[in-house]
């Protein structure tokens, strides 16, 4: 049996969504779902017991980072990602190429994998395939991904096409390479950039092999939403319906909606945790950039419709001074109620898929959430 | 009747060191007591539910920090620091008079009060006995401090027979100007340099008017603990048996035993917070660094013989690579330890009192912990 499988609940009638539970070695993920991101093997700021309280039901860590440091051995050696970190349901790791694409200097690219040098201190670094799975396997998430190329935004047809058949060879790689099928499952990412007929061509090949699930890689790197969802729309529907769908890198709240609403299972992103730490919040209002001047000696929560430990607790005064104070426990605060906010929404949206109302939610969410553009969106 | 009064439980036989209990608008402390240090509205790192499971029964903050940030008129609004920062047990406030030496810039010192540039932003600003009481009577703390000077260490008897003179003086203005004796408790601070007749001088002063309690100031600013001892022989004798005595600015391990041997009630101390912020860890085995490379690899805790939520539940490598990754969740578990080492050592003491065995425990405390010179103590 595999490691991860898919459990089909229902599909919103009205919006064509799915419900479901990917079951993992390390429990089960309620989808659609949003996982927290733990780059550095830690939500930055939330302890083990703060994602629980939260219900985060996965969380996600990167390979390239834990390769720097400090090192796959050392963590192998400590248990595994697991028990090196205290969290006990399941883990996601990317597969590192990303990271390799967009942090790390001097990249020379081959048939074999990528040299880089390391973002911290220039070292000369190496990673394929089969080394990426190797780290996986060595950290030990319940999901893996295959180690892909990223084509950069502005890559033309021809390059895109180039790349995306070598991600396909890689995924064959990381498939050969995949030491502990049993206990880790290994998804593969579809690329081809903003053109449909290759994402179409990237999802024939990876299908043609037996991955355990599917991401969807490549967007939400600076392409208006419009033309996200014009990718997903070609690309969804081609992918197995008994697998989960992982769209990568996606954590604004429009586009989880959205992306639910084509089908997908699964998000990440360091979105609510990254403008957390310069004090902006999602809330049922919009964007609320706290450290604003107009909230110094506002006593209100964050968000008056939000139920999380933060806006049951401290008012945007007190928010406000510790994030100018350059108080750790402000930025805590904030990235608690963030993920909530994405937690929250995503039980939202599996209860209307349940309900068959996902497009009416959508509506009000929307209505009430405010315009998605650079005032008031993300 | 008094809004705070001390309970007299025991006297140790073996120590003269006392047992008790300090009863407060917001709760009971039980002494001898360690307070963490909440600088700005906040123990830095730490939520108040953490420093409630390690069972701290009071926090200071400070009047110096708030004054200029967010402002006690905002705190006043919030409606007071308790609920600003969402803590419902007892708060100290001192009263700013440190911090203006130590920390401003450009002060002018006259029978009035002080002028000094912010060091924030170097607006000019004023404190002065009425001030800093107007200032603790806004935030609402349960003990507030007389705004004092604290002279510099190397300054000369004359300076500190003057200086300690002026406190006096302030103190009674602080008395007079006290808005609000009924639910927040005024104490006073003894200083008097290094020379024993200049303590006892102060102490005959101060105690001369009716304060609830009574602080020693101007110590542990660089002397040798053996001088800071001599001075507590001299001064604690003299102080009112029934209320309480706190020793400012003290928190090393073996400080705090002395401390309370000499018949000190309360602590305050950055030193576990601060230290923690750069990995350096309290242990029954002496100090540890845990960002020091032989740790890389160690999967033990950070003190075996720790019961804390970090120790049960991380690394010494895991602590360290967040800490070398300047991870925020780092520096929340050193913290964490460090405060509940201190806590745990006051419980420890308090026992002993109530056993008629506090040398007893001294002895064998110091042979497990280590020596205090600066190799491995504090």
Redesign the interface.
Known sequence: MAAVTYEHIKTCKQSGARLGRVHTPHGIIETPAFMPVGT???V????PEELKQMDAHIILSNTYHLFL??GHE?IR???GLHK???WDRPILTDSGGFQVFSLSNMRKISEDGVEFRSHLNGDKLFLSPEKATEVQNALGSDIMMAFDECPPPDADYEYVKNSLERTTRWAERCLKAHARPHDQALFAIVQGGMFADLRKESVRQLTSMDFPGYAIGGLSVGEPKPVMYEMLDVTVPLLPSDKPRYLMGVGSPDALVEGAIRGIDMFDCVLPTRIARNGTCMTSEGRLVVRNAKY??D?GPLDPKCSCYTCR???R??I???I??D??????LTTYHNLHFLLELMRQVRQAIMEDRLLDFRDQFFAEYGLFDNERGF
């Open positions: 550095q093997a830690t930055k700021t939330m302890s440091r400090p050392l050696e400590a248990g090196f970190m205290n110094a000696r006593f607790n401290y008012s005064a007190y406000r001074h510790l100018k104070a108080e750790v426990f402000g930025i805590r």
